[in-house]
């Protein structure tokens, strides 16, 4: 029987909320203090024993009822009614700028012109320094 068919597989629930944050099964493993073969085997299987997976949710920032009650469709009804509320609101027609973005890429450019160039003179008053200390010795 497919994982899709199992609405409490907490391997593959893991698994997708572990996609959803953008994190590898690698460093899920480094913060597990494990390797990213047991995290493989772990969001393969159905159940897990409720310490380890208090370790888990805590390693991926979510609480362990977020897990258990994991569902692709209560994400995607989230997602949805987020999207509608941004569209509704303020926000969500009226995309335009109230700067000119051309400006502030300039201003931008300055700084961080001006960055360089400090940057530059410290390097070349270390220069000069330490020219100084060898010619001392």
């Not at 460093?27 to 997976?53: M, V």
């Amino acid at each position: 029987m497919s994982t899709l068919t199992k609405p409490n597989h907490i391997g593959r629930k893991i698994s997708r909320i572990r996609e959803l944050r953008d994190m590898k099964q690698e460093a899920l493993a480094q913060a597990l203090g494990t390797n990213q073969q047991a995290i493989s085997i772990l969001e393969n299987s159905e159940t897990i024993d409720e310490d380890k997976l208090i370790a888990i949710a805590k390693a991926l920032g979510v609480t362990v009822d977020a897990i258990k009650n994991f569902s692709e469709d209560g994400m995607i009804n989230y997602f949805n009614s987020f999207n509608e509320a941004v569209n509704n609101s303020h926000f969500g027609n009226n995309n335009h700028c109230t700067f000119n973005p051309l400006d502030k890429l300039v201003e931008s450019f300055e700084e961080n012109k001006k960055l360089y160039e400090r940057l530059l003179q410290a390097e070349k008053d270390k220069n000069e320094y330490l020219e100084k200390l060898l010619n001392n010795k």
